[in-house]
């Protein structure tokens, strides 16, 4: 009987090593991938900031005026 709850030990301490690795491993690639969200998030603000400057470029009524001018 001592070999088979020697087997059971053995067994028992390799799940909770492999449980530890695992959990590790998520832990490392949940740190990656707040990282690239927090850089995503950063592109997207300064996409928006971008985009107001845009609009209010398009809608300046000096910049119709300009466009009228070219196209004739």
Not at 7 to 34: D, P, W
Not at 47 to 70: M, N, P
């Amino acid at each position: 009987m001592r070999v088979f709850e020697f087997i059971i030990v053995i067994t028992v301490v390799y799940g909770i090593f492999e449980y530890l690795k695992q959990r590790q491993k998520f832990q490392q690639e949940r740190i990656k991938h707040e990282k690239v969200t927090g850089d995503l998030e950063s592109e997207l603000t300064n996409i928006k900031q971008r985009l107001v400057v845009l609009e209010k470029i398009v809608t300046d009524k000096g910049y119709d005026l300009k466009q009228e001018i070219d196209d004739l």
